[in-house]
């Protein structure tokens, strides 16, 4: 968010997933797509099996997409920058760039070029690995094919300079002309059903809903009047700061649907951390790895068992209908909520329809949203009005905040590379048959069967130096922590790379991780780590 909102003045999917059908280029990178977004994946796979769109895909690992792929860039973890400008230094230098688009569209225009010299071909690929006749290649499939669609997940976005690697993004979309055109955009892929929404209703430390700033004081007055209460014009912190802060700044948590005793980094430093707390509450479906901790656990009601709106990756407003009846001793979120306000002296809407009435007064872009309108088939925002019919694609004509920003970056390398005690590059991820911490997946009885423990991806030629086969128990330490794990010997992952889904808290992954932050959004450094294989017992390495 922080990335797009700098370069285009909007924090959201550009355009609408259908619209891939009509790419006629489509390059994706830092997401596997059919694992992660698996129907999102098969219309990809239509657009190039039907449709005729050329695919470029770049990833570390073999992902399944590659076997549709007309180009395959596999770069090293965290040289995402390098490889998207050396793209970008290719395209400019052929002359392939939309130079009328660049000339009434775009502002920073010599400032990056200046930059983008640095990334020549050769360059490129000393930094990550590509052939620099493959990068060609790519450039050209992307800059002289048509209408082209950039996709990223969690990828390009969980480094120590994950906003440098979508402003990279954007910037390749800006240069050819594919921001504000339908079947074009620079488009994330939001790693959870409602991360949108969240985002979207002011679920960050800066902004309120709709992304109007917490600095900004007519906002502050607007949203202090409606809700009677005198609000801060201060930023707060995010959870990758909070964390750090327990004991000190913060003596209290109130954690709602979250793990972050598996979801985040170097998860010694977490324990530690939320140990130090005053006073913990989790709310949540299950007892979680995190509830288990807490001092009080408020249970809440799956999706399932709620009514409400849910905005997913591509900005659509839907409504949820409960399918079914909470059973036990559970009550809806927003009741748990409403409750402690009235505790501290205010009050909350108790309906559903009356907290998106609020919603609606509150924030422009969902004012002509309605439950009546979205009743069948969801509405995309910006619809400020009940005419509205909501907005397919953005920044048609004109930008968010007027001009696009084209920004120099310089390369940076990861936090941690490999060094002669940690030899090997970790990274970590999901796989297909299970989601996020697995508190929903791993209960599931089916997936459960399919995939019931954790393991560790291994080239064939690093398994043979080590004598490991698949099915062994093998040991994974990076300078935070150790976790023993299954061997998965593939040719998915790169030479000299490794990598652990994070589902698993028997076996956690995040117990490796570096929480190195990227110093503007403040997220951590989950995709490359550098790592070891160790002795255990039964195993050669």
């Known amino acids: 968010m922080a990335g797009l909102a700098a370069t285009l003045g909007s924090g959201a999917m550009t355009n609408s997933m259908e619209e891939v059908l009509k790419a006629k280029v489509i390059l994706v ?42 180009v395959w860039l596999q770069q090293r973890n965290g040289s995402d920058v390098a490889l998207l400008s050396g793209l970008q230094h ?44 493959d990068l060609e290649a790519a450039a050209r499939l992307y800059a002289t094919s048509g209408v082209a669609a950039l996709y990223y997940c969690m990828g390009i976005t969980q480094h120590s300079h994950g906003v440098d690697n979508v402003k990279a993004c954007v ?22 059903n409602n991360v949108q929404g969240a985002c979207d209703m002011g679920g960050l430390p800066n902004v309120f809903t709709g992304y109007q700033p917490v600095t900004n004081a007519a906002a ?3 949203f202090s009047k409606y809700w009677n209460a005198p609000l801060s014009d201060k930023v707060g912190l ?22 972050p005793m598996v979801s985040d980094p170097n998860l010694h430093h977490v324990e530690e951390s939320l140990r130090k707390l005053d006073f913990l509450v989790v709310q949540d479906i299950f007892l979680t790895e995190t509830a288990r901790l807490a001092d009080v656990v408020l249970p809440g009601v799956s999706f399932a068992e709620k009514l409400g709106t849910i905005s997913n990756t591509e900005r659509r407003v839907q409504l949820s209908n409960p399918a079914l009846t909470p059973r036990g001793n559970v009550r809806q979120d927003y009741e748990i909520i409403a409750d402690l306000a009235t505790r501290f002296g205010h009050t909350f809407p108790r309906t559903p329809a009356g907290l998106f009435q609020e919603i609606r007064d509150l924030t422009p872009s969902y ?29 048609a004509g004109k930008f968010a905040r007027g001009l696009a920003l084209l920004t120099p970056i310089a390369y ?21 048959e299970h989601f996020h911490t697995g508190s929903m997946t791993r209960r599931s009885s089916i997936l459960d069967a399919v995939v019931r423990t954790g393991h560790v991806e291994i080239h064939p030629e690093l398994a043979s130096k080590h004598g490991i086969s698949t099915g062994d128990q093998v040991a994974v330490a990076t300078r935070r922590g150790r976790i023993v794990t299954t061997a998965l010997v593939t040719e998915r992952v790169a030479r000299g790379s490794i990598f652990v889904p994070f589902h698993f808290a028997e076996a956690a992954a995040n117990t490796l991780t570096n929480d190195a932050l990227d110093p503007v959004a403040k997220i951590p450094e989950f995709k490359v780590c550098a790592a070891r294989l160790e002795r255990v017992s039964g195993c050669g390495c």
């Open 29 to 70: 990178i830092g997401s596997n797509t059919t694992w992660n977004h698996p129907v999102f994946g098969s219309l990809i796979k239509q657009a190039v099996k039907h449709h005729g769109a050329k695919l470029i895909v770049c990833d570390p690992r073999r992902i399944d997409l590659v076997k549709i792929a007309d």
């Open 171 to 192: 910037n390749l979309a800006l240069i050819t002309g594919n921001l504000g055109v339908e079947g074009g955009g620079v488009n994330p892929l939001r790693g959870q």
């Open 412 to 432: 940076k390398p990861p936090a941690e590379e490999p060094d002669g005690k940690y030899d090997l590059v970790l990274s970590t991820g999901r796989i297909y």
């Open 238 to 259: 995010t959870l990758t700061q909070m964390i750090p802060a327990c004991g000190e700044a913060i003596r209290m948590l109130y954690i709602m649907g979250e793990n």
């Open 90 to 133: 290719i395209i400019l230098r052929e002359g392939w760039e939309a130079k009328q688009y660049i000339q009434e569209r775009c502002e920073g225009y010599d400032e990056y070029r200046q930059a983008i010299e640095f990334y020549t071909p050769e360059k490129v690929e000393e930094l990550t690995g590509v052939k620099a006749a």
């Open 220 to 222: 502050v007055e607007k």
């Open 367 to 395: 004012a002509g949203i309605t439950y009546d309108r979205i009743r069948d088939v969801g509405i995309q925002w910006p619809c400020p009005t009940t005419e509205h019919p909501g907005t397919r694609f953005l920044h």
